[in-house]
């Protein structure tokens, strides 16, 4: 027989054994002795944190036949034994998710002009409402607005953005908070204490931070651990079970990270790798490490109480070693971990790039005055630019042009005597910008540009094709604005079609690269080739310029 | 004490389950979650036996319940949806009905949910208020690469068994155990990269085996081709099996992922042993950017094709976009 799970065995019973939500007991306990009840409520709130627990209470103490008010419910009258054995006709429970449809609603909303049986409402729990679908909804409203005396409507939802506002401006809306670690594992505790659970207290503070703020998740996997043991619960218990890491390692790791070691990374991912390490439960980890590590940079050692002193040691070692931009850089890639596996990558895969584009995002980091704690040894740069691992990867062949970094903010500075070269060098970073400003046509437009020549304030910029050109006059503000931000300076940028400039000299400051128009090519044998090969042709009337041409090595030899 | 479970490797989960099952604690829902083929239906079925078994000594793998629920007949095993299908509202509340109905033969009445992933949103959500308060007996297992893949509120109402990758010495005694050579059973315990199921497969099946070899062999040609025409070729042929190319495109990533391995000179810890040699000279050739970009390009391309994009599209522009290394003299 399996046995009931602890969690529905724990469940609360009345207000007060509902943790970590005072602001909506003590609402809800105060409406019922002055007898203003509602006659719609929305519990919402992130799983786990009570609201159908909450609104089997409350139905329980609108019917409860004790006298004093404030004891609502006793949990001993007829009517809420009813309730607490599922047997009550006055407590309707409808499972929205899996009762989706306008017919349901239609035949709830039949029988809601019946009596009560026994007691003095009915009460209708909706649970999972935003399932409902849009005309279930609608067929609801007007009963929810104007329902009979008897009746009451509690609608629970772990999503009220889903609820129609023509549902939410009809209840009186009571916001669940997840709840706090510390809540936890007093529950925990007292759960463990009544089952004869032999618990180590870290072992319950490591299952309530795991929980993230849910009652249900908490108790579950006390329940689980308890349940598939033997003896004591131990920290090391949970950790085995849960896939997760010891501070230790975890130390390993980020001094990898702060070393830029990514061999050591590697190695250490590996090793925990074999030992069955859940991946995504170590990023997760990692991020959370990690914002223990910014706040103790940021706030001190008192930002952060808590932990044993080699961790604490640990953390004031590392702290030194990393600067606060590198650190919330780090965050936002782990956190992106999450995100990469839903996409399909493995987790392990995932973090193991995270630790390359770690080291990698630091070599081409702009370096800084190393902070005053900063050994001078391992001199961290302050800030690192934005992460560049996610652009277009170098095209097959040629040879690999580091993206130009852009820290905004930073305009780089042109040379006064030659500005043109510096704005050349620099110009894909006005196409970067643009990226990232989600002008992606402007970009493209701007990246098969060059900026030809500066006459005072006025900016000659070269197109090779009709369509940049033309999008490039219609949007130049944008072009202008991108050009201040990186350069510093406000040029106003005048257009050219390349091959049309009436009167504009072009200055051409020491071009890097030979250009060869298609008329020009030698009759070569090897040219011609290329020049015949379609899709080179294809290339060349769109725009395209022959620059170079990679001879084969030797043969291919394909097999 | 119960029987040992016909499980190769996750032990720790195994104990715990027999334990459960000894103290009379069963939870209501189990969820196993783990990259394919790493075990999770196996155990899924093996909970079944050891719950539904009628020797003394569960599972025993012999009597005629054991055998039912080894070839999915068992009538209180139900295994939803089928295989490659995805699971539907209907069939929820098919379930919802059949559940309070008590069990045939045995004591529990087992509802499988193999890649919980897959099933509709509107079926996942359907089958949420059943998941939380189940009849006593009744038993759900459900099975997923990820919890992420799933509803958080399913999640939060099972009990999660996060399923690991094997260690690779326990996938190679396993693979001496079914009398595979020394040689074969290394080489497939390396490629198997944890996943004990797969392990089994190209130790029965040859074909599979060679085609692994062939994929990998395939990249490395892909990255020294610098012919546009051939590569879209490649594409092209790739395209036309769309399975195959998923699969391919899996093997790929671990490729890539043995030369950033072997950019770190970790040649231990790579997969492919076999194509070592060759992968050597051409993670020279290649800076890490370039293959960090070419793994991350090889995963979107596999997203776009689980999403049902235009196979061949998506997979020409791959192949036009990965490095390109000129072979040097031998």
Redesign the interface.
């Known amino acids: 027989m399996a046995e009931q799970a602890l969690y529905r065995k724990y469940r609360p019973q009345n207000f007060a054994e509902i943790v970590g939500q005072e602001h909506v007991t003590i609402t809800l306990q105060n409406a019922l002795r002055e007898g203003r009840i509602a006659h719609a409520y929305l519990f919402s709130g992130p799983r786990g944190t009570g609201k159908t627990s909450a609104a089997r209470i409350l139905a329980k103490a609108v019917n409860c036949l004790n006298e004093d008010v404030a004891a609502r419910p006793d949990n001993t009258c007829p009517l809420c034994v009813a309730v607490n054995e599922g047997r009550s006709l006055d407590l309707i429970e409808i499972d929205a998710a899996s009762h989706t449809g306008v017919d349901n609603i239609r035949e709830m909303i039949d029988r809601v002009n019946l009596m009560p049986s026994e007691g003095r409402y009915k009460v209708y729990v909706i649970d999972e409402v935003h399932m409902l679908s849009t005309s279930a909804f609608n067929a609801l409203l007007k009963t929810l607005e104007e329902p009979p005396a008897h009746v009451i409507f509690i609608l629970a939802t772990t999503e009220p953005h889903k609820v129609l506002p023509t549902v939410l401006s009809r209840c009186q809306r009571f916001a669940f908070r997840r709840i706090p670690e510390g809540l936890i594992k007093q529950e925990l505790r007292l759960i463990a204490d009544r089952e004869q659970i032999d618990a180590e207290d870290a072992a319950l503070a490591r299952i309530a931070r795991y929980a993230n703020g849910g009652m249900r998740d908490a108790v579950s996997l006390l329940d689980q651990l308890a349940s598939s043991s033997s003896g004591q619960l131990t920290l090391q218990d949970v950790n085995e079970f849960l896939g997760a890491v010891t501070n230790e390692a975890m130390g390993v790791l980020v001094t990898a990270l702060a070393e830029r070691d990514t061999k050591k990374g590697l190695a250490q991912l590996n090793v925990l790798r074999e030992q069955g390490v859940d991946m995504q439960q170590l990023a997760a980890q990692m991020v959370d490490y990690l914002r223990n590590l910014l706040l103790w940079k940021v706030g001190g050692e008192t930002a952060l109480p808590g932990g044993d002193d080699a961790y604490r040691q640990q953390l004031a070692e590392q702290a030194q070693h990393l600067a606060t931009g590198q650190l919330s850089r780090l965050i936002r890639d782990f956190s992106s971990v999450r995100t990469d596996v839903r996409g399909g990558m493995e987790p392990h895969v995932a973090i193991e790039l995270t630790f390359v584009d770690a080291a990698n995002a630091a070599n081409i980091s702009t370096p800084t005055a190393p902070s005053k704690e900063t050994t001078a040894k391992r001199a961290t740069p302050h800030t690192a630019p934005p992460r560049t691992g996610r652009t277009l990867p170098p095209k097959s062949g040629k040879s690999v042009a580091k993206p130009p970094s852009a820290p905004a903010g930073t305009p780089v500075q042109l040379d006064e005597n030659d500005p043109l070269t510096g704005l050349r060098r620099n110009w894909k970073m006005v196409g970067h910008l643009l990226r990232r400003q989600k002008l992606y046509r402007l970009q493209a437009g701007v990246n098969s540009s060059t900026p030809v020549r500066i006459e005072g304030q006025r900016l000659f910029i070269d197109f090779q094709n009709e369509l940049s050109y033309n999008l490039a006059t219609q949007e130049h503000r944008q072009v202008e604005r991108a050009v201040q931000q990186i350069f510093g300076e406000a040029f106003k940028i005048v257009c050219l079609l390349q091959g049309q400039h009436e009167g504009v000299t072009i200055d051409t400051p020491a071009p890097q690269v030979e250009k060869v128009t298609p008329t020009q090519i030698k009759p070569d044998n090897d040219m011609s080739e290329i020049a015949n090969d379609p899709l080179i042709k294809a290339a060349l009337t769109t725009g395209g310029r022959i620059v170079k041409i990679h001879k084969k090595g030797n043969e291919e030899t394909n097999g | 004490m119960c029987e040992k479970w016909p499980i190769i490797g996750h032990e ?1 989960v195994v ?3 027999q ?2 099952i000894k ?6 829902a189990y969820l196993f979650t783990g ?1 394919a083929h790493i075990g999770k239906r196996t155990l899924g079925q093996a909970l079944a036996q050891a719950l539904l078994c009628t020797a003394p000594k569960p599972p025993c793998g012999q009597c005629r319940a054991c055998r039912l629920v080894s070839q999915n007949h068992h009538p209180d095993m139900r295994i939803v949806p089928e295989e490659g299908e995805m699971l539907k ?1 209907g069939q ?2 098919d379930i ?1 009905a059949d559940i309070a109905r008590k069990p045939v033969e045995g ?2 009445k087992l509802f499988l949910f193999p890649n919980m992933h897959m099933a509709h949103p ?1 079926a996942a ?6 998941l939380e ?1 189940p009849p ?4 759900f297992v459900l099975t997923a690469p ?4 799933l509803l ?2 399913i999640v ?2 099972c ?1 999660v068994y ?1 399923l ?2 094997l ?1 690779m010495q326990t996938i190679e005694e396993a693979l001496r155990q079914w009398q595979i050579d020394d040689a074969r059973a290394v080489e497939i315990a390396h490629l198997a990269d944890g996943r004990i199921g797969w392990a089994r497969r190209a130790a029965q099946d040859e074909w599979l085996l060679a085609k692994r070899r062939q994929w990998g062999a395939d990249f490395i ?1 892909l990255i ?7 590569r879209l070729d490649q594409a092209k042929r790739l395209a036309g099996n769309s399975q195959e190319a998923q699969e391919t495109l899996t093997a790929w ?1 671990t490729v890539l ?1 043995d030369m ?2 072997l950019h ?3 040649p231990d ?1 790579i997969i492919n042993t076999n194509l070592l040699d060759q992968l050597e000279p051409l993670t020279k050739a290649l ?4 293959i ?6 090889v ?2 391309t ?2 776009y094709l ?1 999403a049902n994009v235009n196979a061949l599209l998506a997979l020409e522009t791959l192949h ?5 290394v ?4 031998f």
């Open positions: 720790w104990k715990r389950l334990q459960q103290q009379g604690r069963l939870a209501h990259p509202v929820v509340r919802e004591r529990f509107a959500n359907a089958l949420l208020k059943t308060e006593a007996h009744a038993i990820t919890q992420a893949a958080p509120t939060s109402r009990q996060a690991r990758p260690a040609d020294y081709t610098r012919n546009r025409w051939q990533t992922r950033l391995l770190y000179q970790m810890t800076t890490v950017m370039q960090r970009q070419a793994l991350a390009r995963y979107t596999k997203s689980e036009l976009r990965l490095p390109n000129q072979r040097t003299s």
